[in-house]
């Protein structure tokens, strides 16, 4: 019976960069924060006019709102069907 012998990563000279590990975490999450704040106000906004002004005006705020950033192509205005 063939037994393979198990390394720790000690034994072949490989270690953890904790300080490296804790800046990079710090990083990403400041990264990950700063996307939901970005995305936040596309997010939150088409909710508000659909419960404050109803259906109808929603779609029309969710038309304008694509239209408007028709030159800058934005992605979330692909999943939105306009039928004139």
């Given amino acids: 019976m063939l037994a393979a012998k198990l390394y720790s990563p ?3 000279g490989l270690s953890i960069d904790r ?3 804790n800046e990079a975490f710090h990083f990403s999450l400041g990264n990950y ?3 939901l704040f970005m995305a936040a106000p596309n997010t939150i906004l088409p ?3 659909l419960n404050v ?3 109808e005006q929603a779609a029309y705020y969710n038309t304008s709102v ?3 950033s028709a030159p800058v192509h934005d992605p979330e205005c ?4 306009t039928i004139r």
Avoid: E, R, T, W
């Fill in 53 to 55: 002004l109803g259906a």
């Fill in 33 to 35: 924060l700063a996307g």
């Fill in 19 to 21: 300080g490296f590990l």
């Fill in 10 to 12: 000690q034994d072949v």
């Fill in 47 to 49: 909710i508000m006019v």
């Fill in 66 to 68: 694509c239209d408007s």
């Fill in 78 to 81: 692909d999943q939105h069907v």
